[in-house]
Each structure stands twice: as C-alpha cells, then as structure tokens.
C-alpha cells in the first residue's frame, strides 16, 4: 500500500504548494461590499453628482468657449498669431472649486485645435524666464538666436472669466444656477473684444461636498 500511497501523496503536496502560492499572489485589498471603481469620459455624469460644478460642466463650457474663440474675426482674419496672456478666474459662486482649471482647459483646446491661429504666452513662468534670458545675455548659455536683442512677446489679448450663482435651498432640496462668463481684453485699447457665457441649473434632494 505504500507505494501507491506514495502515487498521490506527491501530487496532492505539489498541488498544496501550488494553491499556496497562488493565494499569496492574489491576496490584497478587496471590499465586496463596496462599489467597485467606475471609468467614466469626463463628460459623463456619473452616480455621485451633486448641484455645482463638476467635470461634464467644465469639458462643455470650455468647448464652447474654444469653439467661440476661434470664430471671431480678431483671431480667424489675423495675419500673424495673436499672443494672449491667461488672467485668474473670478469664481463667485459658493463652490470652492479650482477655477482657473476653465482656462487651462480652453488653452489646450485651442492650442491642439487652432493650428497656429493663436499664441499663448506663459507669464506664469516669468522668473525662470527672465532667469535663462539673463544667463544667455551674460554668455553663460548658448541662444540660437541674438541674446543681445531678444526679448519676450507682449500680450495682444488677456482671456480671463467670472463665475457667478444663485442657491436656493428648501427642505425640498437644493437649487444652483451658475453662469460662466468669459471674455478677451484687447491689451493695447482695454475694450472687450470677445464675450460668451453658458449657463446650467442643477437640483437635487442633497447637496454634495466638493474639494
């Protein structure tokens, strides 16, 4: 009898081990009960959504806004690119988002999107700017062009925005209108050459919290 004990003793002990790995490779951080990770576009509104201002809000207002950029004939009809500078959002809703994420997004639309009809200057990086043209004037960089005599682009334009909301909140729910307004300063006369805006109203039995 032993031998054919031994027959099976070595596989069902390969199969132990076998099976013993395996749950080591395997083991990690489950929740059953909880709701598992859902990949949404971010146009989408998923299952936890409140009243104010969330992805699908923000890839369609900028959209628009892009799309309404490109259509006027200060940028269309140009016949050099014209430079815009980026100048904060004034969010006056009461939703303590991050506001200047519209403008970062329609910069990258139109940046992708405009083949060359525009020029963004990044002012928000002048010290290391002005830090690398001094450098390259003192001769310790090399510059493809004459360091001597270049100096940065001035701003044809500033793009900048406000939000602005109404809440009313019941014992029915909670109601939120918000208006998103932007618009291109002409940097040279002050005068407003570009206007567009959305608006959205949202209502829901809860409000949500956002970050």
Known sequence: MKPFLARFTVPLASAAVVALLSGCASSGVRNPSGVPVTHLNADEQGFVAGTGVESQDLVAVTDKMARSILGIPQIANAATPPTIVLEPVDNQTRFPINKDIFLTRIR?????????????????????????????????????????????????????????????????????????????????????VWEDSAEMKKQGLEDAAYR
């Open 108 to 192: 990258a639309q139109l940046i992708s999107k405009a083949q060359g009809k525009v020029l963004f200057l990044a002012r928000s990086e002048m010290a290391a700017l002005e830090k690398e043209r001094n450098l390259k004037r003192e001769g310790a960089l090399t510059s493809g062009a004459d360091a001597n005599v270049q100096e940065f682009k001035g701003a044809d334009y500033f793009l900048t925005g406000k939000l602005q909301g109404l809440s009313t909140r019941t014992a029915a729910g909670t109601s939120d209108y918000i208006l998103y307004d932007f618009h291109l300063i002409d940097a040279r006369t002050s005068g407003i």
